[in-house]
């Protein structure tokens, strides 16, 4: 496929998440082939037949399965010779920093950090594991607070001990990676995502980091692949995402909330990082979310 027919997601976590889960039952795969920052675990039931993408590896499916994709990792499923009137469909998204790298470099969390490095080309678990975890992924979102936070962290710990894990990618896919080992980038963002609401300006941005704006806006396009305003953008279209998700406020007040000056430039950017309009967006993923 194409790299131009490869959308980059923009998905509706925060930086104050821990994780999303969206958890729908419908008749067909309609998201485009995408990546994003976050891991992604998904469990898929009653699909039979459906195309999965991960990578540079194509397959047809079962009636049930389990994927772990790591972060900038091309993936997609797709309807193919799928019949199923009712696939149920549980995504957990969760971001890459949620496990400090220092904890899991401890010995009880060496096989989590081997899955994660592994998920950089896509994990397929096998039936038997997914026979033991589906009931927790199904009701995971019945928890809440710290005590799915745990659950979670129990998941993803018995995922990496399971037996019979099949790396899918040959390639590893690395697009638009963030680099947040700089504490100046660290802050720089923060401030961004803690203001995306107001007027952010260069100025204030490169003052805040004790930077010159033409030194960091060349640091951070060296860092993160954007430029600041891409990056301010990026950060505000997230935040636009979850509200479009989350809330039943008109797309013109969403719009205006999180710091685009008219709606006609919003209408824009979003079309273009997400190949479709925000009406289309919030139609398209019609389903239960929660987030923790």
């Not at 499923?77 to 904890?103: A, G, N």
């Not at 953008?233 to 719009?255: K, P």
């Amino acid at each position: 496929m194409a790299e131009t027919n490869i959308l980059r997601e923009i998905t509706p976590l925060t930086q104050s998440d821990c994780f999303m889960i969206f958890s729908r039952t419908k008749n067909k795969f309609d998201f485009p082939l995408h990546y994003h920052e976050e891991f992604e675990l998904n469990l898929i039931l009653n699909a039979k037949g459906a195309q999965r993408i991960v990578g540079d590896h194509i397959d047809v499916i079962d009636d049930a399965e389990l994927v772990l994709v790591g972060p900038n990792l091309n993936h997609g499923w797709f309807t193919h010779e799928c019949k199923s009137p009712e696939i149920t469909e549980i995504t957990l998204q969760f971001h890459k920093d949620l496990f400090d790298d220092k904890l899991l470099r401890k010995n009880q969390l060496r096989f989590m950090r081997g899955m994660f490095e592994s998920a950089a080309n896509g994990i397929l678990f096998s039936q038997e594991t997914i026979r033991q975890l589906a009931p927790r992924l199904l009701s995971l979102n019945q928890k809440s607070g710290f005590d799915s936070v745990l659950e979670l962290m129990s998941i993803l710990h018995d995922l990496s001990i399971s037996r019979n894990m099949r790396l899918l990618s040959d390639t590893t896919f690395h697009k638009g990676v963030f680099n947040y080992s700089s504490r100046r980038i660290e802050k720089a963002f923060e401030y961004m995502n803690n203001n995306y609401d107001k007027q952010v300006n260069l100025t204030d941005v490169a003052k805040l980091v004790s930077m010159t704006e033409v030194s960091f806006s060349r640091f951070i396009k060296k860092c993160t692949g954007n430029t600041f305003i891409d990056s301010l953008n990026e950060i505000r279209l997230g935040h636009a995402c979850r509200m479009l998700v989350n809330t039943t406020h008109a797309i013109a007040e969403i719009s205006y909330k999180c710091g685009f000056n008219n709606i006609s430039n919003f209408n824009r950017l979003f079309k273009k990082k997400k190949g479709c309009t925000p009406k289309s967006f919030r139609e398209s993923l019609s389903g239960v979310r929660t987030f923790i």
